[in-house]
């Protein structure tokens, strides 16, 4: 647990920070979001969790992010007034609307879109400019997946914007749900064009040979930084591992604790781990692995205004989809990091000057699918949101689809975390119904399940979402369910956690015994054999017309 003292540290750090002062006080230039009183020899620029989105969006934070124990009463697992108190953001500014779910129609409306590879591109390129040849700029991996751009070219549009902004190293996750030997033909292209992939925990099965390099040196400002790379740990678990049948992907905090032994005895006066595993995960490692300066953690779209520390570790993260750049300037003396200064820069888009060359890019590589992606399918009347703990309503709505368009009882999506938002009022494109889901194994199914079956799925996608054990977490959200009520306690015992288990349709308990018709998509376990999610998704939202959700009730946090 913080101290007192590092949270009026972190507070200072945050007063300091130009991209605060602007935001906190509608002063949104781009002039003043770069703001920023540079220190030492060394500035680290991170952004993670792309997902493909190359343009502007609306990006609607979780208005529940629930942890377990402890843990769960301080960041990452704090939302809107709390996260905001925590760090000591003022209500009613941009910055609050940045960080925190709070009137998010009202002041989307007023502050605009967020994010595009564009805007991130002229941040990039001022810091660099201002700080002659000190910067790395390192992606945070969930970048080459994501909308339908990145799937209809496998990956290749994405890299391709990316290799515009020159990321000196990134780490992955969604982008393995390619498939191996596509993952292989994709890392050639990006070292080719300059960027490094490193995931030192990606190891061939039958030899344990590294897929990947671990690590790389690079020399900044004088100072030798040893970038580790750490790609999801989990991935076999949560994607297929159909996909990659030839790898195996872990933790591996010895295996990590020796590199960053090496690394330090080869002379590196700073040691950073690009982390795909998640913030918590992130803390825990953090507490067994010594000599680690900097963990910039991705995953599980987190953003930390200021950092977190763990011992002399300091912890940063990017949230998602562009919306934020991270910068953190490290002054070095002796072998070691003796002082920094951190800056989360929101990247509002409307006060910041679109790169020609990058917006001329984008442009280009949308152009063949304008006419598809432009194609409205109906007008949301709600607010189409994506993350929060137990549901969001473009899942509710895939749900819904799902049952009207196969004629189950029950529905479920994965609890993805990815996934942009369409304010009130909104036209519902077809871009954005690929933004939910476009992936790699998007195909839908419908099968037989019976009460106790659906309880035991239930029950173990909530231990490893709220085992007391940050390293048994994966870091993502609970499964979304439709035509089904349950009350979700994520303190209780394993297998005790979902009670109340209700089909809406009738109001009867869920039997235990019977079987129900139940529809799915994205199978991490076979393939399915059904039509892509985005077509029943787009069937019912022509027939619906007008989209208006109700608040989610059935579904309900002890």
């Given at each position: 647990?913080?101290?007192?003292?590092?949270?009026?540290?972190?507070?200072?750090?945050?007063?300091?920070?130009?991209?605060?002062?602007?935001?906190?006080?509608?002063?949104?230039?781009?002039?003043?979001?770069?703001?920023?009183?540079?220190?030492?020899?060394?500035?680290?620029?991170?952004?993670?969790?792309?997902?493909?989105?190359?343009?502007?969006?609306?990006?609607?934070?979780?208005?529940?992010?629930?942890?377990?124990?402890?843990?769960?009463?301080?960041?990452?697992?704090?939302?809107?007034?709390?996260?905001?108190?925590?760090?000591?953001?003022?209500?009613?500014?941009?910055?609050?609307?940045?960080?925190?779910?709070?009137?998010?129609?009202?002041?989307?409306?007023?502050?605009?879109?967020?994010?595009?590879?564009?805007?991130?591109?002229?941040?990039?390129?001022?810091?660099?400019?201002?700080?002659?040849?000190?910067?790395?700029?390192?992606?945070?991996?969930?970048?080459?997946?994501?909308?339908?751009?990145?799937?209809?070219?496998?990956?290749?549009?994405?890299?391709?914007?990316?290799?515009?902004?020159?990321?000196?190293?990134?780490?992955?996750?969604?982008?393995?749900?390619?498939?191996?030997?596509?993952?292989?033909?994709?890392?050639?292209?990006?070292?080719?064009?300059?960027?490094?992939?490193?995931?030192?925990?990606?190891?061939?099965?039958?030899?344990?040979?590294?897929?990947?390099?671990?690590?790389?040196?690079?020399?900044?400002?004088?100072?030798?930084?040893?970038?580790?790379?750490?790609?999801?740990?989990?991935?076999?678990?949560?994607?297929?591992?159909?996909?990659?049948?030839?790898?195996?992907?872990?933790?591996?905090?010895?295996?990590?604790?020796?590199?960053?032994?090496?690394?330090?005895?080869?002379?590196?006066?700073?040691?950073?781990?690009?982390?795909?595993?998640?913030?918590?995960?992130?803390?825990?490692?953090?507490?067994?692995?010594?000599?680690?300066?900097?963990?910039?953690?991705?995953?599980?779209?987190?953003?930390?205004?200021?950092?977190?520390?763990?011992?002399?570790?300091?912890?940063?993260?990017?949230?998602?989809?562009?919306?934020?750049?991270?910068?953190?300037?490290?002054?070095?003396?002796?072998?070691?990091?003796?002082?920094?200064?951190?800056?989360?820069?929101?990247?509002?888009?409307?006060?910041?000057?679109?790169?020609?060359?990058?917006?001329?890019?984008?442009?280009?590589?949308?152009?063949?699918?304008?006419?598809?992606?432009?194609?409205?399918?109906?007008?949301?009347?709600?607010?189409?949101?994506?993350?929060?703990?137990?549901?969001?309503?473009?899942?509710?709505?895939?749900?819904?689809?799902?049952?009207?368009?196969?004629?189950?009882?029950?529905?479920?999506?994965?609890?993805?975390?990815?996934?942009?938002?369409?304010?009130?009022?909104?036209?519902?494109?077809?871009?954005?119904?690929?933004?939910?889901?476009?992936?790699?194994?998007?195909?839908?199914?419908?099968?037989?399940?019976?009460?106790?079956?659906?309880?035991?799925?239930?029950?173990?996608?909530?231990?490893?979402?709220?085992?007391?054990?940050?390293?048994?977490?994966?870091?993502?959200?609970?499964?979304?369910?439709?035509?089904?009520?349950?009350?979700?306690?994520?303190?209780?015992?394993?297998?005790?956690?979902i009670d109340g288990l209700t089909l809406l349709a009738s109001g009867a308990p869920l039997e235990a015994g019977r079987g129900y018709a139940v529809a799915g998509w994205a199978s991490v376990g076979e393939a399915a054999a059904g039509p892509p999610a985005w077509?029943?998704?787009?069937?019912?939202?022509?027939?619906?017309?007008?989209?208006?959700?109700?608040?989610?009730?059935?579904?309900?946090?002890?």
């Amino acid at each position: 647990m913080p101290s007192r003292r590092d949270l009026l540290a972190g507070a200072a750090a945050l007063a300091a920070s130009g991209a605060l002062r602007a935001a906190s006080q509608e002063r949104l230039s781009e002039a003043e979001l770069l703001r920023f009183a540079p220190l030492g020899q060394v500035t680290l620029l991170h952004l993670s969790d792309l997902h493909g989105q190359l343009a502007p969006m609306h990006l609607r934070e979780a208005a529940v992010n629930r942890g377990v124990g402890p843990a769960g009463a301080q960041p990452p697992f704090l939302a809107g007034e709390s996260f905001r108190a925590w760090f000591g953001i003022p209500a009613e500014t941009p910055f609050a609307h940045a960080v925190s779910a709070e009137d998010f129609d009202r002041l989307a409306r007023r502050y605009g879109r967020m994010g595009g590879l564009d805007r991130i591109a002229t941040l990039v390129a001022a810091i660099r400019a201002e700080r002659h040849g000190r910067t790395l700029l390192l992606d945070g991996g969930d970048t080459w997946q994501g909308g339908w751009l990145a799937l209809a070219s496998g990956g290749e549009a994405i890299l391709a914007a990316m290799a515009l902004i020159a990321p000196d190293a990134m780490t992955g996750h969604w982008e393995f749900t390619y498939g191996a030997d596509r993952v292989r033909a994709l890392v050639a292209e990006a070292e080719r064009r300059g960027t490094r992939f490193l995931a030192g925990n990606v190891q061939e099965r039958e030899w344990n040979d590294d897929v990947f390099p671990a690590l790389h040196v690079f020399e900044r400002g004088g100072v030798g930084v040893a970038v580790i790379g750490q790609a999801y740990p989990y991935t076999p678990i949560a994607n297929p591992a159909r996909l990659i049948p030839d790898w195996t992907v872990g933790v591996q905090a010895d295996r990590l604790a020796a590199r960053v032994a090496a690394a330090r005895a080869a002379g590196a006066e700073a040691v950073v781990l690009l982390s795909h595993n998640g913030v918590a995960l992130d803390r825990a490692l953090a507490e067994r692995v010594d000599g680690i300066d900097v963990i910039l953690s991705g995953h599980t779209h987190d953003c930390t205004p200021a950092p977190l520390r763990v011992g002399r570790t300091l912890i940063a993260a990017s949230g998602g989809h562009g919306k934020f750049l991270t910068r953190i300037d490290l002054a070095v003396a002796g072998g070691r990091v003796v002082e920094h200064r951190h800056a989360l820069i929101p990247v509002f888009a409307e006060a910041i000057r679109p790169d020609p060359v990058v917006a001329a890019a984008v442009a280009a590589a949308r152009a063949p699918h304008a006419a598809l992606l432009d194609t409205v399918v109906a007008v949301t009347e709600s607010t189409l949101w994506r993350r929060g703990t137990l549901n969001g309503t473009w899942d509710d709505l895939i749900c819904a689809a799902l049952m009207a368009e196969t004629g189950a009882e029950i529905a479920f999506s994965p609890g993805f975390r990815w996934g942009t938002a369409l304010p009130a009022g909104s036209p519902v494109t077809m871009e954005a119904v690929f933004e939910q889901t476009a992936i790699t194994y998007p195909n839908v199914w419908r099968r037989a399940m019976t009460g106790a079956a659906i309880k035991e799925m239930l029950e173990d996608v909530a231990d490893n979402l709220f085992h007391v054990d940050p390293f048994y977490q994966q870091g993502g959200d609970m499964v979304r369910a439709g035509g089904l009520g349950f009350l979700l306690d994520p303190e209780a015992p394993r297998g005790r956690r979902i009670d109340g288990l209700t089909l809406l349709a009738s109001g009867a308990p869920l039997e235990a015994g019977r079987g129900y018709a139940v529809a799915g998509w994205a199978s991490v376990g076979e393939a399915a054999a059904g039509p892509p999610a985005w077509e029943p998704l787009a069937a019912h939202l022509r027939r619906l017309g007008t989209v208006r959700i109700a608040a989610n009730t059935a579904i309900r946090l002890r």
